[in-house]
């Protein structure tokens, strides 16, 4: 029999600090050792820190929710992060039509998850059509939304008491309920993972990144638009992964050209042109691969607003046709299910 499901107790107090997350005060300083090194707070480069006080007697040692986190995704095949160095290049649009994309595969035996980890910005559950939705408990964990059979989401979004509500939080409560969607949430059996990240390169990423160490990450997908402004953001992305040990699965180049509205025409015209040689350049330049070009389509935007599957409503649209193509190569990278 399945567990009776209740439903998260509300109002949730959003005040109140996690239980679990250092309460670390600013960025911390170059060459850091991190506050579970036994150096934390003592190391030369803790000298000035604000933090430093915090960090010395904070306890010691590996987080104890690491193996947990590894146990709770065991089930998951692929776990795959979207990054951008920005904002505005529809990084969390594409994790929905990436993540619609993997749960088309012909060959798929598992469900796909996407997790969103943009705490202040939690779009995906309006573009997955489940906004409305919320969490339930049961005593094995916090159930994901299902947007679809195949297709189940986690958001920030479930737990505000009201849509339009700001969650106004410091990093460590952000990280702290990074781990909960990793360490509480039931995904079950998946045969990927979708991380949505927020833009840059903040606590955010780092805490995925040494939350998923040991249950291993595939890697990351870029994303980009074609002018330089966005490029330039992107090298410091790529930065990061290389310093933070992930690997780069590839790089796409998103709003690459404007598909003609009408639906006889099919043109792409470019409206970003990538002045210096856009995605694939860079790609060619940093040594990591290019997934591919994906065309801005206006149907893209009624898509999401409706919280339909782009690919499905629309399977004949040079950017449907894009995506389906990044997903082979994804899929090709990764090893497939």
Request: glycine letters at 10%; one cysteine or more; a negative charge.
């Amino acid at each position: 029999m399945a567990p009776s499901l209740e439903p998260l107790p509300e109002p949730i107090d959003f005040t109140a600090p996690l239980k679990q997350a250092p309460k670390l005060v600013a960025p911390e300083p170059e060459h850091c050792p991190g506050p579970e090194s036994n150096l934390a707070g003592t190391a030369d480069s803790c000298a000035g820190c604000p933090n430093q006080a915090i960090c010395a007697s904070a306890p010691k040692g590996p987080d104890p929710d690491i193996p947990l986190i590894t146990a709770r995704l065991a089930n998951v095949k692929h776990k795959i992060l979207v990054l951008s160095g920005k904002g505005g290049v529809g990084k969390s649009t594409f994790s929905t039509m990436l993540a619609h994309g993997f749960a088309g595969l012909d060959n798929l035996e598992n469900p796909v998850g996407l997790m969103d980890t943009d705490i202040c910005g939690p779009s995906i559950p309006k573009m997955m059509g489940v906004e409305d939705e919320t969490i339930h408990v049961s005593a094995t964990g916090w159930s994901p939304i299902w947007a679809t059979e195949s297709l189940a989401v986690m958001s920030v979004q479930f737990m505000l008491p009201n849509r339009d509500d700001a969650v106004i939080w410091r990093g460590p409560r952000k990280n702290g309920l990074i781990k909960t969607f990793l360490k509480d949430v039931e995904w079950g059996e998946l045969d990927y993972l979708i991380v949505d990240t927020p833009p840059g390169t903040s606590d955010e990423h780092l805490s995925v990144n040494s939350y998923l160490k040991e249950a291993g990450v595939d890697g990351a997908v870029l994303v980009t638009t074609p002018q330089e402004v966005s490029l330039l953001d992107v090298r410091r992305e790529v930065d990061f992964c290389r310093k933070a040990g992930i690997r780069i699965i590839g790089i796409v180049e998103n709003m690459s050209g404007f598909v003609c509205p009408n639906k006889k025409c099919g043109y792409v015209s470019q409206i970003f042109r990538a002045s210096t040689g856009g995605a694939k350049k860079l790609a060619e330049e940093e040594g990591i691969p290019y997934l591919g070009a994906v065309p801005l389509d206006p149907l893209i935007r009624l898509a999401c607003d409706l919280g339909e599957s782009f690919l499905d409503a629309y399977p004949d649209s040079p950017a449907s046709k894009a995506i389906r193509k990044v997903v082979e190569e994804v899929v090709k990278t990764v090893g497939g299910s």
